[in-house]
């Protein structure tokens, strides 16, 4: 599993508090990528990170931030949770072509 | 940006038979189409991928087709166990060159694999 996790696995928190999940990976891979899953969706890219302090929008940007102050670690921020925001959301990690996948954390938003 | 389709979303075969999931994208620019396979609860996991260079790659019960010019791919599992019960994504993606292998992922096919 390319030695990435998640923290935490499991949230719950209430709406319009900031909420902050981390990725963290020892593998000293350029890229990372946050992605949430919903039923019927499938993974949507959230942000992703080319390189410290180097991060760019994806599909689903619209209420996250995200920092990358060092290689292995990869900050996703909600600055005011809301309940679209509950899902699951996972973080992967690139080692040339084949993206691996930390294990998740499941938010919910109440 | 790309669109990645995949059908059907839900699949039920008897064990030992074959399962088919297909997927099309959109942008011509794509070249690399990985496969994932999700257990309930658990991480997605790749199982087999392929690049435009070629149309076709198997490793075990597992193969991946590739059409160009179709702008489609499709995963066929054989020999069908209850094991491979779980969900299987498609993606599409530009590869590295294109921002570090951003995928677009399909919807997602649960397979059930009945005894």
């Known amino acids: 599993d390319a030695g990435i996790t998640q923290s935490p696995r499991h949230k719950v928190t209430e709406t319009g508090t900031p909420v902050t999940l981390r990725c963290h990976q020892t593998?000293?891979?350029?890229?990372m990528y946050w992605y949430r899953q919903d039923p019927g969706h499938g993974l949507r890219l959230i942000h992703y990170?080319?390189?410290?302090?180097?991060?760019d929008k994806g599909e689903v940007s619209d209420g996250y931030s995200v920092s990358r102050s060092k290689t292995e670690d990869f900050l996703l921020t909600l600055e005011s949770a809301t309940s679209s925001q509950t899902s699951v959301y996972f973080c992967?990690?690139?080692?040339?072509?084949?993206?691996?996948f930390g294990p998740g954390t499941r938010l919910t938003v109440l | 940006g790309e669109n990645v389709e995949q059908h059907p979303s839900t699949l039920s075969v008897q064990e030992g038979d074959s399962a088919v999931i297909k997927c099309t994208y959109s942008?011509?620019?794509?070249?690399?189409f990985p496969w994932y396979k999700q257990e309930l609860g658990k991480r997605p996991q790749l199982i087999i991928d392929?690049?435009?260079?070629?149309g076709e790659k198997k490793d075990q019960r597992i193969a991946v087709t590739l059409n160009k010019t179709a702008k489609h791919f499709s995963l066929h599992i054989t020999e069908t166990q209850p094991e491979d019960s779980a969900v299987y994504f498609c993606?599409?993606?530009?590869?590295?060159?294109?921002?570090?292998?951003?995928?677009?992922f399909g919807t997602g096919t649960q397979l059930k694999v009945e005894l």
């Open positions: 942008d011509s620019a794509s070249n690399y």
């Open positions: 990170s080319y390189g410290v302090k180097d991060t």
């Open positions: 993606a599409a993606s530009r590869g590295v060159t294109g921002g570090g292998n951003k995928l677009t």
């Open positions: 593998e000293n891979h350029r890229y």
């Open positions: 392929i690049r435009s260079n070629v």
């Open positions: 992967a990690s690139v080692d040339y072509y084949t993206q691996y």
